[in-house]
């Protein structure tokens, strides 16, 4: 094994280890804010399928988060608590449906227009759940009751717990990670990584380019999902504002942030977002001006992202001519 | 619905499909020509709103708060596109979709740094605050028919320039080789540094030419973001005749889904888009 | 010690998350000479910032009056910014509560917060104070012990206009409203009192939020012929609304009335389009009541300008908290009594006295008012001590 993957190996199995033991230590409001984090993580990491390894930029990808949520909701049952087994497939395959849909109509376009249809269609999906009564409208619906696993008479798991909650994400999260990364060493991973750098390349050799691309598509959606089904169950709260364009762009910014193309950066941006957000909201009124001042530094002076600032400094330390 | 009914919603939806256009139009600009996708282009639009308030309080003439504010936002512009947006364009246009949402936060809060958070109106001027008796009971605004009227004469005179100046010929070659333009001599930097400031230019008039019927107020900008961003989509990208086309379509369909199926009229304009992408992919016209 | 040693290399490095986080609060230090901790979860940034700083004016100016304290009890402020932005609500109420552990919170503007943040009293039983949001269901089916309201439920407004419109010998009535909760929550309330009292609502019209292309709808509105038309908007919307209404020529031939929204804080944007019109709040801006003169007093005194409506919801929900912390001489420990304390409260308002109804609802007068000069002038009361229905409310 080489050794930069063997360190890489070692530096995710202490954060894993940090991860596992946080909630001993850490209080309520700490636990639940990194779980908060997890869930993001995930969310970002689903993104950056599409993003970082395929080159489709999707602004849209809230709305997959969002049904997902929403699905949550409207198949639990409202005063008992819903079945683990039923309710986690049905907000993953509801996200991953909606993504096919969606998909069929933009990844028909290519390059700056489909960054902008994705927003669109997202948009779409936010006014159905913002005028209809479907999803209980503008105020959005609550969950009452978390989801349990229960087998028999015997319960297994209750995501009402906080701390069998938070160690769910973590599971997830591992899940999502591991996946993800068998999913990029498969065939279709490497297809997709080959649209990336040359798609018309693909498509003279023959390659299925548009089903590729929606299988692509379908697998981040239903990953979204999964983020937006923890995301439901941490809050038992649903709003359309969480399918608004605000938090794609917040997505597409923790992968940026983190540098994308990576699956450890988008976590990375996810965790650097949540805590550069509290850390700004605490100093002033106007901690926007900072958090927006934050990205376009970001955007100048670190086109790699946080990931990359270790390999830059060391560039800088050691006098090499490395560019980013 | 009536026939004078009927004939008085088209009026409605032509007004209002032309002043979308007007939004819309520096986006397309910027998007077809720079390749720059503008979250920030809403935030011109309510910093022309907001100029319009404050240049007008202090001169007391909203025609020479329109001047100054063209002035001022076309120097924005132009600052702009020399400290930031030059630097991108060998980048990917993720990161300038970033940087204007960066751009968005900073201006809005900006905005509320120095004129606070109240919401303010603009009067409309003297000569144009008349109203003419449409039916017994309904009269149209002076000012919304010459707003109208403005919408044209702009989109008149950006057809002009595109395609009957000398500097629309540069814009349009440097749109589609901006290598090639260059080694011919010309001063590609320069000419971009125009466009990106008449996109601003243009989204910050809208503004301004809004104000008095709409006011001004917090978070303005990003409520004509998203519709402007559907324009383009369906207009085709970087087309200022597709723009125009879809602006009225749009128009068309946002005040008759008010109208005809009132429970879905927050979808109608997205069900057109979905339409349109479905008979053609890259939107009704394609190219400038 | 082997172990030891790993433990503390743990805690390193995760001292180093916890210090980016835990910037504000030190909850060690407090506990020591104990100060009451408020929670104040209020927009300060984006549409409603204006109404999250009234509400903040307000309350501090309340403390300020009683020398800086509460109850006799020194206070301490813990503040987020809600952003208005119901997915976010969870959270920023969770990191009063858990994080900062405040006595109260108080909080917000925008009803779908205000739910979510009511969610949550109850789920970690916190003392909540709502300042503005009128969301019916705060003290309707989610009322509980420990959540309370100093303002308004959408329905009192609303309904003492339908009475008012009736009285006006309206016969036929067309509404519109943004489709969101508060909107359609206003035009129910209005519609229960007006049908109830011989009128006809001909067509409810929702425009979807926070569209303001109200053209066609207000040729709509002249094709009808409505005998008269009620709108529910506000900030932004409100004043294009009221100006297109006028300058579509309908001001003249049939008249405009609304809750109070439509004009508060937003009369002088409004210009003379708003001149005259008639609307029903729990406020007016020229009360004759001694504490409604004072207040205006003190108010522009310490922010120079005048306060609004918000401003007074926010100063009330000082008092309320005050009159509870009184009551238990400031030993929040004493939950029960507090709350008695809170529930059998007389509110000195500058909107004149108001008590709490068991919902926790104010029973207030609701006047009616008329747009003169930049003003929201008293022309009657138009309901006596209305108090909320608080339908589907068991407490």
């Given at each position: 094994m080489p050794a930069a993957v063997k360190k890489r190996r070692n530096a995710l199995l202490l954060i894993l280890f940090v991860l596992a033991l946080f909630p001993l230590f850490g209080s309520a409001y700490y636990n639940e804010l990194l779980a908060k984090i997890m869930i993001m993580a995930i969310f970002a990491m689903s993104l950056d399928l599409l993003v970082?390894?395929?080159?489709l930029v999707s602004f849209g990808h809230a709305a997959f988060f969002g049904v997902a949520a929403y699905a949550v909701v409207l198949v639990s049952p409202k005063y008992d608590p819903g079945n683990l087994l039923v309710v986690l497939p049905a907000a993953i395959f509801s996200a991953a449906a909606v993504a096919f849909v969606v998909g069929l109509f933009v990844l028909r376009t290519k390059g700056i227009y489909f960054i902008m249809v994705t927003l669109a269609f997202a948009q779409m999906i936010y006014f159905v759940f913002h005028d209809s009564p479907l999803g209980g409208g503008s105020d959005g619906v609550f969950l009452n009751v978390k989801p349990e696993l229960r087998i028999g008479e015997t319960l297994l798991l209750d995501l009402g717990s906080p701390s069998q909650f938070y160690y769910l994400v973590l599971l997830f999260l591992v899940v999502a990670y591991v996946f993800l990364r068998v999913l990029l060493r498969s065939p279709l991973g490497h297809a997709l990584a080959g649209i990336k750098s040359n798609e018309h390349r693909m498509l003279s050799l023959g390659f299925p380019v548009f089903l590729y691309k929606l299988a692509g598509f379908v697998a981040a959606g239903g990953l979204a999902g999964l983020a937006g089904f923890l995301s439901a169950c941490q809050f038992g709260f649903v709003t359309p504002e969480i399918l608004s364009w605000h938090q794609s762009g917040n997505v597409l910014l923790m992968v940026i942030l983190g540098g994308m193309g990576t699956l450890n950066g988008a976590a990375i941006g996810a965790f650097a977002f949540v805590v550069l957000q509290e850390v700004f909201s605490s100093v002033t009124k106007h901690w926007q001006f900072l958090m927006g001042g934050m990205i376009v530094l970001v955007v100048m002076l670190l086109p790699g992202g946080l990931s990359s600032l270790p390999r830059r400094l060391r560039g800088l330390l050691i006098g090499g001519g490395t560019h980013g | 619905m009536d026939f004078s009914t009927f004939l008085i919603q088209l009026l409605n939806a032509l007004q209002y499909g032309l002043l979308l256009f007007l939004v819309a139009s520096g986006l397309t600009l910027v998007f077809g020509i720079m390749g720059i996708i503008n979250l920030a282009h809403g935030s011109f639009y309510m910093m022309g709103a907001y100029m319009a308030f404050s240049l007008t309080s202090l001169t007391g003439n909203l025609l020479i708060a329109v001047v100054l504010g063209v002035a001022l936002s076309a120097l924005i512009g132009f600052l702009l596109e020399w400290g930031?947006?030059?630097?991108?364009?060998?980048?990917?246009h993720l990161d300038q979709v970033l940087l204007t949402y960066g751009l968005i936060l900073m201006f809005e809060e900006t905005r509320s740094l120095i004129v606070g958070d109240d919401v303010h109106g603009v009067p409309i001027p003297e000569l144009l605050s008349a109203s003419i008796q449409l039916s017994e009971t309904l009269s149209y605004p002076v000012y919304r028919l010459f707003m109208s009227a403005v919408c044209i004469a702009l989109a008149i005179g950006m057809y002009w320039l595109i395609r009957r100046t000398r500097l629309g010929m540069m814009i349009r070659a440097g749109s589609s080789n901006r290598e090639m333009v260059q080694a011919l001599g010309i001063n590609i930097d320069l000419i971009y540094r125009l466009v990106f400031a008449l996109g601003v230019t243009l989204a910050a008039f809208a503004g301004m030419l809004a104000a008095p019927v709409s006011s001004v107020y917090p978070g303005m900008g990003n409520q004509v973001l998203i519709i402007c961003f559907v324009v383009v989509v369906i207009g085709g990208v970087g087309s200022v005749w597709g723009a125009l086309v879809a602006a009225l379509l749009i128009g068309l369909a946002d005040t008759f889904g008010k109208v005809i199926i009132p429970d879905y009229a927050g979808l109608t304009v997205y069900i057109l888009m979905a339409a349109v992408l479905l008979w053609r992919p890259e939107g009704i016209f394609r190219r400038i | 010690m082997d172990q030891g040693f790993n433990r503390r290399q743990f805690l390193l490095s995760t001292a180093g998350v916890a210090a980016g986080l835990a910037l504000p609060a030190s909850p060690l230090f407090a506990q020591s000479n104990r100060k009451i901790r408020i929670g104040l979860m209020l927009p300060?940034?984006?549409?409603?910032a204006s109404l999250g700083n009234a509400i903040t004016n307000g309350f501090k100016l309340a403390v300020e009056e009683s020398g800086g304290k509460l109850g006799g009890m020194d206070i301490e402020y813990f503040t987020v910014d809600d952003e208005s932005d119901p997915a976010k609500a969870p959270e920023n109420a969770n990191k009063l509560v858990k994080r900062d552990k405040v006595d109260v919170l108080i909080g917000t503007v925008h009803s779908g917060v205000a739910l979510a943040m009511a969610r949550v009293a109850r789920e970690t039983n916190t003392l909540l104070i709502v300042p503005n949001a009128g969301a019916d269901e705060i003290t309707g089916p989610l009322c509980a012990p420990n959540i309370f309201r100093t303002s308004f439920s959408s329905w009192q407004p609303s309904y003492a206009m339908g009475n008012v419109m009736a009285e006006r010998k309206h016969k036929t009535v067309v509404t519109l409203s943004w489709k969101y909760a508060f909107g359609e929550q206003s035009v129910a309330g209005f519609k229960e009192a007006f049908e109830k009292a011989?009128?006809?609502?001909?067509k409810e019209m929702y425009l979807p939020f926070p569209n303001v292309e109200f053209q066609p709808y207000l040729t709509e509105i002249a094709a009808l012929k409505p005998d008269a038309v009620f709108v529910f908007f506000s900030g932004g919307g409100a004043v294009k609304f009221v100006k297109d209404y006028a300058t579509a020529g309908l001001r003249t031939s049939i008249p405009l009335y609304g809750p109070g929204f439509l004009t508060d804080g937003t009369l002088e944007a409004q210009?003379?389009?708003?001149?005259?019109l008639l609307t029903t709040l729990h406020y007016a801006d020229n009360l004759d009541f001694p504490k409604s003169k004072s207040f205006k007093a003190a108010y522009f005194k310490a922010f120079k300008v005048q306060p609004d409506v918000f401003a007074v919801q926010g100063y009330d929900a000082a008092q309320l908290f005050g009159a509870g912390l009184a009551g238990v001489k400031g030993d929040v420990g004493k939950r029960a009594e507090l709350i008695k304390a809170m529930e059998s409260a007389t509110i000195d308002s500058p909107r004149g006295a108001f008590t709490l109804s068991k919902a926790h609802n104010p029973v207030q007068d609701i006047y009616l008012r008329k747009v003169e000069g930049k003003e929201n002038k008293l022309?009657?009361?138009?309901?006596?001590?209305l108090a909320d229905p608080a339908r589907g409310c068991r407490m």
């Open positions: 970082g390894f395929t080159g | 930031l947006f030059s630097r991108l364009y060998k980048r990917d | 300060y940034t984006g549409t409603y011989g009128g006809k609502v001909v210009g003379e389009a708003a001149e005259g022309v009657s009361v138009a309901a006596k001590a």
